[in-house]
């Protein structure tokens, strides 16, 4: 990626956050997810009365993706006020797609606190090819 394209991923992923449906945490989250052909989907954080039916931000984001038949990804920006991390559920998700994807962890000021590979935010995860025979 050039600093250019890391830059707009960012931009993009803090721009998602204010589209955060957030009544309960009042914690917006923004994402943006970088296929390998250049395409960017964003993504915000929805939240619900039934608490367990909310979805993150990094999941709104790879499911749009998903749904519009990008399977191979390069990056993920996710934006917060304070930096905060993936959560657990997210990791998961996006490690069934791109183990290897860069994970750039910003505030909303664009301050990169992380910029790790997944597999180092999920150690020893759990992948399709347990599954999947050939794969
Ligand atoms: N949240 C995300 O969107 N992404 C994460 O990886 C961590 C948590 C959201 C879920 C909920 O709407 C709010 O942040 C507080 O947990």
Known sequence: MTPQETQALIEQAIAAAQYAYIPYSRYAVGAALLAKGGQRYSGCNVENAAYPACICAE????VKAISEGQRHFVAIAVATRDGGSPCGL?????????????????DFAGKVHHDLPLRALLAHGFGPERLLEGA
């Open 59 to 62: 999941r709104t984001a790879l």
């Open 90 to 106: 997210c990791r998961q998700m996006l490690f069934e797609f791109a183990p290897d994807l860069r994970v750039l962890i910003c």
